[in-house]
């Protein structure tokens, strides 16, 4: 197994973004929530993470910021 030496602050900036994703998501959207069915709620927010974890798994900075925000959201 190899040993991977990331900073304790750059794992907690990147789980900082994922409550700056779900911030915006939920200012964007919360009031029209009530009316969709709660499924396709579930199934959108199981395919964001989807999306997110593929794009955290490319590599580098930028796509880990935008992987964690969408991930967020």
Do not use: C, D, H
Not at 3 to 24: E, K, P, R
Not at 37 to 50: C, E, M, P, Q, W
């Amino acid at each position: 197994m190899q040993a991977i030496n990331i900073s304790i602050t750059y794992i907690g900036m990147l789980l900082a973004l994922q409550g700056v994703g779900t911030w915006l998501a939920r200012k964007f959207s919360y009031q029209n929530l009530g009316e969709i069915n709660s499924f396709l709620i579930i199934g959108v927010g199981l395919i964001f993470s989807a999306i997110s974890i593929l794009i955290i798994q490319v590599g580098g900075n930028l796509p880990e910021i935008i992987g964690f925000i969408v991930r967020g959201s």
